[in-house]
């Protein structure tokens, strides 16, 4: 082989390793936009996450059927409702929606309301002493 044989050679294979890093920048670019997400593995981080994804306290049913779908898991929703309901009843993670029987919500949420109805009654009783 003379050298101008092994420039080519050298050549072919910078072209080859810059596919390959495009390849894998794209492979990247995909990967950031859609990240791989790791699927909650217990009753409550399953019904945790679908009542983050629709943002208001749900029916435990309601709640069930969309672990069938987005988990592909069956809970009975029996079951998933005793469990909602020891949560809010020890105050963590999940409380229970006054006058909506089976109806739950994030704990989170109940904490944010209060705190908006304290600066709200706040404001009204400034607006009132003016």
Excluded: C
Excluded at 14 to 42: D, F, Y
Excluded at 69 to 97: E, H, I, W
Aim: proline residues 4%.
């Amino acid at each position: 082989m003379d050298i101008q044989e092994a420039i080519e050679e050298r050549k072919r294979e910078i072209r080859r390793i810059q596919q390959e890093i495009a390849a894998l920048e794209l492979a990247e670019e995909i990967l950031n936009k859609h990240p791989k997400t790791e699927k909650p593995k217990s009753q409550p981080d399953m019904a945790a996450s679908i009542l983050e994804e629709v943002g208001k306290p749900m029916h435990v049913t309601q709640i069930a059927a969309q672990i069938k779908v987005k988990f592909k898991q069956n809970v009975k929703s029996n079951n998933l409702g005793v469990m909602l309901f020891r949560y809010a009843k020890r105050s963590t993670r999940f409380y229970k929606v006054e006058g909506r029987p089976n109806t739950y919500g994030l704990i989170k949420w109940q904490q944010l309301a209060e705190r908006l109805d304290t600066i709200k009654t706040a404001a009204a009783l400034a607006n009132a002493s003016d």
